[in-house]
């Protein structure tokens, strides 16, 4: 599997608050990564690093989805962003919701306007077209007319992820996207998710490169492990003396372990996997559980060294 995104060696801090330590992480093309941490711990503050809008302090972000690497610092269409509080349109259609960021990034201003009112109409049929698609791919078919204050939380939030997708990022970032929804609700949507990861598994048994690279920072360990094939532990409770720092540093990466498969029609057999949630429990969540992150800090070490790529 080819790296479509590096975290090196990435630190950040507000001011005196030392928020993340040398955070290193490899995600692979059509990985489905669950991230997971202490409340406060620096989730969102290394997901706005990696959205571009908060670069790091110190280390960086790349992206290798195309041939040349390159180092994030500002936010682009190559990464899309859910947060748990949608912010959709309330005037526009589910469908043209979806539509909207494609218009924006196809066309100008000036192919807007009445002299190329031709083009310009045909390209938004195509917009459309492709938001009718997605938002099927969504569940959400009979919805495309319905505007946002006409649907459920749930069904917002499926338009929001449509938006993101529709947009082919190379990966999606989704921030505790279903935090705000009832058990059931949330349920479903854990099922849009592994509906994507099967398309992937489809993908690359066709021989295709799997479309849908996505991390998903959720508190909820089971929805981490049901959801991904990749569970990442972010934590401030580690053995951070051992790497001779005088200090309490901020957090780091401490636990990455694959998950199980899933499909969307598979029992939701949290038993399964009662084993890996207590190992999460233990090793990212427990404040007197102080473990060695050493591989991880000697990865980032390296990484610093410009030896990642
Ligand atoms: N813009 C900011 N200015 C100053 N401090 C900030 C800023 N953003 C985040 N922080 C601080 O950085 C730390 C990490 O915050 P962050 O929101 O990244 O944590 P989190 O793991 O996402 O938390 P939660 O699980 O509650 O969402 C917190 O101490 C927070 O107060
Ligand atoms: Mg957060």
């Not at 049929?125 to 969504?138: C, I, P, T, Y």
């Not at 959400?140 to 007319?145: D, E, I, R, S």
């Not at 990966?171 to 279903?178: N, R, S």
């Amino acid at each position: 599997m080819s790296s479509i995104l590096k975290v090196n060696a990435l630190s950040h801090w507000f001011g005196s608050n030392r928020v993340l330590f040398n955070v290193n992480m490899d995600i692979k093309r059509g990985q489905i990564v669950a991230l997971v941490g202490p409340s406060g711990c620096g989730k969102s503050t290394l997901l706005r690093a990696i959205v571009g809008t908060h670069p790091p302090c110190s280390g960086n972000v790349t992206m290798l989805d195309k041939e040349q690497p390159r180092i994030i610092d500002t936010p682009g269409r190559d990464r899309g962003i859910v947060y748990q509080r949608y912010s959709l349109f309330p005037h526009l259609t589910a469908q043209e919701n979806v539509a909207y960021g494609l218009m924006v990034d196809q066309t100008t201003i000036a192919s807007r306007h009445l002299f190329k009112r031709r083009e310009w109409s045909a390209l938004r049929k195509q917009h459309m077209a492709e938001a009718a698609d997605m938002l099927e791919r969504m569940k959400l078919g009979t919805a495309l007319k319905k505007y946002p204050p006409e649907l459920s939380g749930g069904m917002c939030q499926r338009v929001a992820i449509a938006q993101a997708l529709v947009m082919k990022p190379a990966i999606m970032l989704l921030d505790e996207p279903f935090g705000a929804l009832d058990e059931a609700t949330r349920e479903e949507l854990q099922r849009i998710l592994l509906g994507l990861y099967a398309q992937n598994m489809d993908a690359t048994r066709e021989g295709r490169e799997p479309p849908y690279t996505i991390m998903i920072v959720t508190h909820e360990i089971n929805e981490a492990i049901f959801v991904s094939d990749r569970v990442l532990g972010l934590s401030q409770y580690w053995n951070w003396k051992e790497a001779g720092e005088p200090c309490a540093p901020g957090a780091t990466i401490v636990y990455d372990q694959p998950a199980p498969i899933f499909s969307p029609d598979d029992e939701r057999d949290f038993f399964s996997f009662r084993g890996q949630k207590n190992d999460i429990l233990h090793a990212v969540f427990d404040p007197s559980f102080c473990q060695s992150a050493k591989e991880y800090i000697q990865l980032a070490n390296q990484a610093q060294g410009g030896a990642t790529h």
